[in-house]
C-alpha cells in the first residue's frame, strides 16, 4: 500500500524567496515519485519526478527535490519564488507499473 | 501534438442523464488510467489499464460508472444516471515504464 502526506495545505512566499513544499510518502515496494503542478482548471503538468539514480532531481521552471530514503521525503524547492509559480502542487507516489497515489496537494502563493 | 488528449474539455448536464467521455494515449503508451479529482483534493485512482484488458478498478468506480478500451487505443468512461456528487474533473493519464503523462481533464457539472 502506498500514501502520500503533504504538510501544509497552503504556503505562502514572498517574490524572490526560497520555495519549501514538503512530501513525505510510505510505500511497501521501491517508489517513483513526482510532483505535479496545476493551474485553475488544467490538467496537471509534469515537474519532475524520481524513479532511479541519483536523488537530487532538478525539473522544469527552476525546481528540484531530493528523495531521501531514510526520511521517506521528496521535497520541492526553488531558490527563488515567481509570481507565475502560484498554483496547486501534488506529490505522488507509484511503484513500477501501479497506479499513482496523489497527496491532497499543496496551494502556492506568491506575494508581490 | 502527441500528449494525451480528452474530450469534451468542459460537459454541463442535468441530474439523470448519462455522459461519456473519451481519452486519447499516447500511442505507444500501453497503459491507461482514469482518475476523478474535486474541488481542493489530489486526482483519486478510479481504473487502469493495460493494453485493452482492466486489470484494476477502485472502489470509487460505482456500478454507474463503466469504463472500456477497445482494440488497446482510445479510451471512453461512462456515467449513467449522473449524481450531483459526480461533479468533479476526470483526468487521463498515460504511461510506458516510467512516462506517466496526463491529459487535461474533462470537467463536469452536474446540474
Known amino acids: 500500500a502506498q500514501s502520500v502526506t503533504q504538510l501544509g495545505s497552503h504556503v505562502s512566499v514572498s517574490e524572490g524567496a526560497l520555495v519549501l513544499l514538503r512530501c513525505n510518502y510510505s510505500?511497501?515496494?521501491?517508489?517513483?515519485l513526482f510532483w505535479y503542478v496545476q493551474y485553475p482548471n488544467q490538467g496537471l503538468q509534469l515537474l519532475l519526478k524520481y524513479t532511479t539514480g541519483a536523488t537530487l532531481v532538478k525539473g522544469i521552471n527552476g525546481f528540484e527535490a531530493e528523495f531521501k530514503k531514510s526520511e521517506t521525503s521528496f521535497h520541492l524547492t526553488k531558490p527563488s519564488a515567481h509570481m507565475s509559480d502560484a498554483a496547486e502542487y501534488f506529490c505522488a507516489v507509484a511503484g513500477y507499473g501501479q497506479n499513482f497515489v496523489f497527496g491532497p496537494g499543496t496551494r502556492l502563493s506568491v506575494l508581490p | 501534438d502527441t500528449g494525451v488528449s480528452q474530450n469534451p474539455r468542459h460537459k454541463i448536464t442535468k441530474r439523470g442523464q448519462n455522459v461519456t467521455f473519451r481519452c486519447d494515449p499516447i500511442s505507444e503508451h500501453n497503459r491507461l488510467y482514469w482518475y476523478r479529482q474535486t474541488l481542493g483534493q489530489g486526482p483519486e485512482f478510479l481504473t487502469y489499464f493495460q493494453n485493452e484488458a482492466q486489470l484494476e478498478k477502485s472502489r470509487l468506480l460505482s456500478d454507474r460508472f463503466s469504463a472500456e478500451r477497445p482494440k488497446g487505443s482510445f479510451s471512453t468512461l461512462e456515467i449513467q444516471r449522473t449524481e450531483q456528487g459526480d461533479s468533479a474533473m476526470y483526468l487521463c493519464?498515460?504511461?510506458?515504464?516510467?512516462?506517466?503523462?496526463f491529459g487535461s481533464g474533462t470537467r463536469l457539472t452536474v446540474v
Open positions: 510505500s511497501s515496494v521501491p517508489p517513483y
Open positions: 493519464a498515460s504511461s510506458q515504464r516510467n512516462g506517466y503523462t
